[in-house]
């Protein structure tokens, strides 16, 4: 059985999207399956149309070739009659059984225009709504004519694919609700390559002598800043943690549209000494800036997009043997049982906040079982094995 995977973008790239992406594919390999691969236009310019990145080749799609490539709403035209141009070329090459594509929904509708020549089954993945991510970061309103525009076309997608999967039980029901019959959709989870997060069982010395870190208890976030990971409040309370346990320290890994948000407000409660921003770090170093944490918070704000849509992030703070504590929103209560994997608080509620953040500091004898259950909860539930042989019936009853 041969899969050809319809990708928006891939590695070398960094991001959630192309790490699952690249799990996916190493783990259908191990189960003897074969697998092809392609990407849509905004991998961006690409030096060759064909590359091989670790043991994967990925056909790009090259852009620019339409009249109104440039123009505004028909250059997102322009990228799906693109890349199903392209994607004839690579399904006349390698010869696929299955038509497998992921989000967005511009990928999907480039395989719907090739499907039917072909006679391919067509899988469409949704791993998340653009249109609600886009309402957070600003490039349109809930219920514009772009967001409306692109929540049409992917019902459309769900509607004329062959199956639909999907990351988690919020997106299934919002997809469901578009008037798909429930057997049509299948979750594959979001889950953790337990080989590449081993449990971390010391800090780096050097890199906890460089922040000043030495002997005291850090919570942390390590991720990209935005809105609604809900920093801004993670730093409120914290101001008040912090008076009552003075060896406590804030850790921020990352960057994003946030960043001067968080320094002013850091400056302004004068937590300049207990507040470490670090900014972007290579992402080589990652794990060793994930040693240094002992608790990982997640203070999501509660919004479509965060009750619909599981993250990442608290998974592989669990495989390395981390402490997690994190907002009730819809996709935190997927991954989290409070008081057995991690805690929850009251999403929106500061005293909530700091009361579960004083809790778990206080009750460092519980600290070892928290732990144990995460990695537990990962290794059985939550890994790439279990999660990516969901993928089996799918693509048997649509090759029958």
Same mark, same amino acid.
């Given at each position: 059985?041969?899969?050809? /995977?319809?990708?928006?973008?891939?590695? #070398?790239?960094?991001?959630?999207?192309?790490?699952?992406?690249?799990?996916?594919?190493?783990?259908?390999?191990?189960?003897?399956?074969?697998?092809?691969? +392609?990407?849509?236009?905004?991998?961006? *310019?690409?030096?060759?149309?064909?590359?091989?990145?670790?043991?994967?080749?990925?056909?790009?799609?090259?852009?620019?070739?339409?009249?109104?490539?440039?123009?505004?709403?028909?250059? &997102?035209?322009?990228?799906?009659?693109?890349?199903? !141009?392209?994607?004839?070329?690579?399904?006349?090459?390698?010869?696929? !059984? +299955?038509? /497998?594509?992921?989000?967005? =929904?511009?990928?999907?509708?480039?395989?719907?225009?090739?499907?039917?020549?072909?006679?391919?089954?067509?899988?469409?993945?949704?791993?998340?709504?653009?249109?609600?991510?886009?309402?957070? /970061?600003?490039?349109?309103?809930? $219920?514009?004519?772009?967001? %409306?525009?692109?929540?049409?076309?992917?019902?459309?997608?769900?509607?004329?694919?062959?199956?639909?999967?999907?990351?988690?039980?919020?997106?299934?029901? !919002? @997809? &469901?609700?578009?008037?798909?019959?429930?057997?049509?959709?299948?979750?594959?989870?979001?889950?953790?390559?337990?080989?590449?997060? #081993?449990?971390?069982? /010391?800090?780096?010395? &050097?890199?906890?002598?460089?922040?000043?870190?030495?002997?005291?208890?850090?919570?942390?976030?390590?991720?990209?800043?935005?809105?609604?990971?809900?920093?801004?409040?993670?730093? *409120?309370?914290?101001?008040?943690?912090?008076? %009552? *346990?003075?060896?406590?320290?804030?850790?921020?890994?990352?960057?994003?549209?946030?960043?001067? =948000?968080?320094?002013?407000?850091? %400056?302004?409660? =004068?937590?300049?000494?207990?507040? @470490?921003?670090?900014?972007?770090?290579?992402?080589?170093?990652?794990?060793?800036?994930?040693?240094?944490?002992?608790?990982?918070?997640?203070?999501?704000?509660?919004?479509?997009?965060?009750?619909?849509?599981?993250?990442?992030?608290?998974?592989?703070?669990?495989? &390395?043997?981390?402490?997690?504590?994190?907002?009730?929103?819809?996709?935190?209560?997927?991954?989290?049982?409070?008081?057995?994997?991690?805690?929850?608080?009251?999403?929106?509620?500061?005293?909530?906040?700091?009361?579960?953040?004083?809790?778990?500091?206080?009750?460092? *004898?519980?600290?070892?079982?928290?732990?144990?259950?995460?990695?537990?909860?990962?290794?059985?539930?939550?890994?790439?094995?279990?999660?990516?042989? $969901?993928?089996?019936?799918?693509?048997?009853?649509?090759?029958?």
């Amino acid at each position: 059985m041969k899969v050809l /995977h319809i990708l928006d973008h891939s590695i #070398p790239l960094h991001s959630g999207y192309t790490f699952r992406t690249r799990s996916i594919l190493k783990q259908q390999r191990a189960n003897g399956w074969e697998t092809a691969h +392609i990407t849509s236009g905004k991998q961006g *310019d690409v030096a060759t149309l064909k590359e091989e990145v670790e043991e994967f080749t990925f056909y790009r799609t090259p852009v620019g070739c339409k009249w109104y490539s440039s123009l505004p709403l028909l250059n &997102q035209l322009a990228i799906i009659n693109e890349m199903a !141009d392209r994607l004839s070329e690579v399904i006349e090459e390698t010869r696929p !059984d +299955i038509l /497998h594509a992921h989000s967005p =929904a511009l990928t999907g509708a480039a395989a719907l225009k090739v499907k039917k020549k072909f006679n391919l089954p067509l899988v469409y993945e949704c791993r998340g709504f653009w249109e609600d991510a886009a309402v957070d /970061h600003g490039t349109c309103k809930e $219920n514009d004519l772009r967001y %409306k525009l692109t929540r049409a076309l992917e019902t459309h997608v769900f509607k004329k694919a062959d199956a639909v999967t999907t990351i988690c039980e919020g997106l299934r029901a !919002d @997809i &469901q609700a578009r008037g798909l019959p429930k057997g049509k959709i299948t979750i594959i989870p979001n889950a953790v390559d337990i080989d590449r997060f #081993p449990v971390i069982e /010391h800090k780096n010395e &050097q890199l906890l002598n460089e922040l000043g870190l030495q002997g005291k208890r850090v919570l942390g976030f390590i991720g990209s800043f935005y809105a609604y990971e809900g920093l801004l409040f993670l730093v *409120d309370a914290f101001a008040e943690v912090v008076k %009552k *346990d003075p060896q406590a320290r804030l850790l921020l890994v990352g960057g994003g549209p946030e960043d001067e =948000a968080i320094k002013a407000r850091v %400056k302004e409660l =004068a937590l300049d000494e207990v507040v @470490i921003l670090t900014g972007r770090v290579p992402h080589a170093q990652v794990s060793d800036y994930y040693s240094l944490v002992d608790l990982f918070v997640y203070p999501r704000e509660k919004m479509r997009l965060t009750d619909l849509v599981t993250p990442l992030k608290p998974l592989e703070a669990m495989a &390395q043997g981390k402490l997690v504590v994190a907002s009730d929103v819809g996709g935190h209560k997927e991954l989290i049982t409070d008081g057995y994997n991690g805690l929850l608080y009251q999403s929106g509620s500061q005293a909530s906040l700091i009361a579960v953040l004083e809790k778990m500091l206080e009750e460092s *004898d519980q600290w070892a079982t928290y732990r144990a259950n995460g990695r537990k909860y990962v290794e059985t539930v939550r890994n790439w094995e279990a999660s990516v042989a $969901n993928y089996k019936d799918v693509y048997e009853r649509l090759l029958r």
